[in-house]
C-alpha cells in the first residue's frame, strides 16, 4: 500500500497506537492531552448550554408568572413567626433566579451567613436581603428574594464565577 493507503486502512485506534510507536512516548503523550483538554471543552460547553436552558427557563416562568407567590415558599420558624428561607429553599431561589446549579450550594451557604435565611435583613452599612447586597446592579426592591437573588447572581458573574464579592 502506498503511504496514504495504509493509514486510511488502520482504524483510528491502530493508527493512535502505530503514531505512538513509530514516534515515541511524547507524541502519545501529546495525543493524550490533546484528547483530555478536548473531553474538557465539551463539558464546559455542555455546561453553558445547561445553564443557558436554565435561564431560558427562568425567563419564561417569569413571562408566565402573575404574582411574587411563585416564590419558592419559605420556612417559617416557629419561634420567630418570621418568613426564613431554608438552606434547600436558598438553593431553588439561586437556581430560579438564573445561577449555575453547580453553585447553588455555596450561595445558600452564604446566604445562611450573611442573613441567617432572612430576606427582610439589613446591616448598618446598607446591604440588604438575603445574600446582604450592598451596590445594587439589578434595579429593583432588594428585599424581594428574587431581586436579591439576581443581584448575587450579577455580583457572582462579574467576580468570574466565585464568590469574592463576599466574605463569608
Known amino acids: 500500500m502506498a ?15 502505530q503514531a505512538a510507536r513509530t514516534s515515541g512516548p511524547a507524541v502519545g503523550q501529546i495525543w493524550l492531552e490533546i484528547r483530555y483538554q478536548k473531553a474538557i471543552e465539551r463539558s464546559v460547553v455542555a455546561a453553558r448550554r445547561a445553564d443557558a436552558r ?4 427562568l425567563r419564561a416562568d417569569r413571562r408566565a408568572a402573575v404574582t411574587p407567590a411563585s416564590a419558592p415558599a419559605p420556612v417559617v420558624p416557629a419561634a420567630t413567626g418570621r418568613d426564613y428561607f431554608s438552606f434547600a429553599a436558598l438553593e431553588a431561589l439561586w437556581v430560579r ?14 446566604a445562611e451567613c450573611e442573613s441567617g435565611g432572612n430576606p427582610q435583613a439589613v446591616n448598618a452599612s446598607g446591604a440588604a ?3 446582604q447586597i450592598l451596590g445594587q446592579v439589578v434595579p ?4 424581594d428574594p428574587l ?9 457572582f458573574r462579574a467576580s468570574g464565577d466565585s464568590f469574592a464579592q463576599w466574605v463569608c
Do not use: D, Y
Open 129 to 131: 436581603g438575603l445574600w
Open 3 to 17: 503511504g496514504g493507503a495504509a493509514v486510511t486502512a488502520f482504524s483510528q485506534n491502530s493508527v493512535n497506537s
Open 97 to 110: 433566579a438564573g445561577g449555575p446549579r453547580w453553585a447553588a450550594s455555596q450561595a445558600a451557604s452564604i
Open 147 to 155: 431581586v436579591n437573588a439576581e443581584n448575587a447572581i450579577a455580583k
Open 54 to 57: 436554565a435561564a431560558a427557563e
Open 140 to 143: 429593583g426592591n432588594l428585599l
